[in-house]
């Protein structure tokens, strides 16, 4: 079954998201790598692998789909941050963006009735959930502590942990 056209370009644009996405997070893992929060260094590299993931999945169906892959350039990434919450909020940010361009994503595949692209598309929707949950989770205990440095030394450990359950 062949994909369609206006699906095709949208699937497209998504993996240029995702590829931007990895980067913002790569340009947070560099400011980060600079500071001594190395556990917030990890996190946002491990977010960095996740997007790069993401961004094979949609090339993978793509292919499948017998439609045609077009990379285009990204944006450069930030990467100096005033605090670890700036970054945190960026992040909040970019996770709604990437989370509303699937839902839109979703609503035509529906349009063009195409199921199989709303079956692949579930797994996205399910994952910007978790995505979205686990930065606005981090992102309201960095708000809680402010700059109090035991609290900010406590959530960098956490944030460390979390990247070593993923490896």
Request: proline content about 4%; overall charge negative; hydrophobic content about 40%.
């Amino acid at each position: 079954m062949k994909l369609p056209t206006k699906l095709e370009k949208a699937l497209n644009d998504q993996i240029n998201l995702e590829f931007s996405s990895a980067y913002a997070y790569l340009g947070m893992a560099a400011y980060f790598a600079c500071t001594p929060f190395t556990g917030f260094a990890k996190w946002m590299d491990l977010q960095s692998n996740e997007e790069l993931g993401h961004a094979n999945k949609f090339f993978k169906y793509i292919s499948e789909r017998g439609g045609k892959v077009t990379l285009r350039a990204i944006p450069e990434p930030k990467c100096d941050y005033k605090s670890p919450l700036e970054a945190y909020r960026a992040s909040l940010v970019h996770e709604q963006k990437v989370s509303a361009a699937i839902c839109g994503i979703y609503e035509l595949a529906t349009a063009e009735k195409d199921f199989p692209t709303l079956s692949f598309l579930k797994w996205f929707l399910d994952e910007q959930v978790e995505e979205e949950k686990n930065v606005s989770e981090l992102l309201a205990k960095l708000e809680l502590v402010g700059d109090n440095h035991n609290g900010l030394y406590q959530i960098d450990k956490q944030a460390a942990k979390r990247a070593e359950e993923k490896d």
